[in-house]
């Protein structure tokens, strides 16, 4: 599935609390943090890069056309290096990373809403938002996920 980094940022945040248990839970967590950690990875650096660039085409030079050091910015470079940064960090944010949602077949009883919201799409089904179709996923007493006709009624 494609989805953008924020809302990697989003799982992987909630996802960091249950990974390493001895869960399928965690199995699943597991394996779609792996799917996407080196694309994660490569748009941060891609970012930080251009934050430098950032840095070194607003900062004030000598007359020599060198930077002064430490980094100093007349209120105009400033503005302008912000308003970059603040585009930068938009783009990251929506940049499309490519995931491999893997279903946990069971969850634990202590699972929040907060956690069921992160989830959906990565190791959940997705939440549409929509009415119930009749069909859902039940926590079972065991921790496994069962689907069940009419389980909305």
């Keep these: 599935m494609q989805t953008t980094y924020e809302r990697v940022l989003t799982f992987d945040?909630?996802?960091?609390?249950?990974?390493?248990?001895?869960?399928?839970?965690?199995?699943?967590?597991e394996r779609v943090m792996k799917s996407?950690?080196?694309q994660m990875g490569d748009l941060y650096v891609a970012y930080q890069d251009k934050l430098t660039d950032l840095n070194i085409e607003?900062?004030?030079?000598?007359?020599?056309?060198?930077?002064i050091e430490p980094m100093v910015y007349t209120k105009e470079?400033?503005?302008?290096?912000?308003?970059?940064?603040?585009?930068?960090?938009?783009?990251?944010?929506e940049a499309a990373v490519e995931v491999e949602p893997y279903t946990a077949s069971s969850l634990p009883e202590?699972?929040?809403?907060?956690?069921?919201?992160?989830?959906?799409g990565f190791v959940?089904?997705?939440?549409?938002?929509?009415?119930?179709?009749?069909?859902?996923?039940?926590?079972?007493?065991?921790?496994?996920?069962?689907?069940?006709?009419?389980?909305?009624?």
Excluded: W
């Design 36 to 38: 996407y950690a080196k």
């Design 77 to 93: 470079a400033q503005r302008a290096r912000l308003k970059g940064q603040r585009e930068a960090l938009r783009a990251l944010m």
């Design 13 to 29: 945040g909630a996802a960091k609390g249950r990974a390493g248990q001895k869960t399928k839970l965690s199995y699943a967590i």
């Design 58 to 67: 607003h900062c004030s030079v000598d007359e020599r056309g060198n930077i």
């Design 124 to 153: 959940l089904p997705e939440s549409t938002g929509e009415e119930p179709t009749g069909e859902e996923f039940i926590v079972q007493p065991d921790g496994d996920l069962k689907a069940e006709a009419g389980a909305a009624n």
């Design 110 to 120: 202590d699972l929040t809403d907060a956690e069921r919201e992160a989830f959906a």
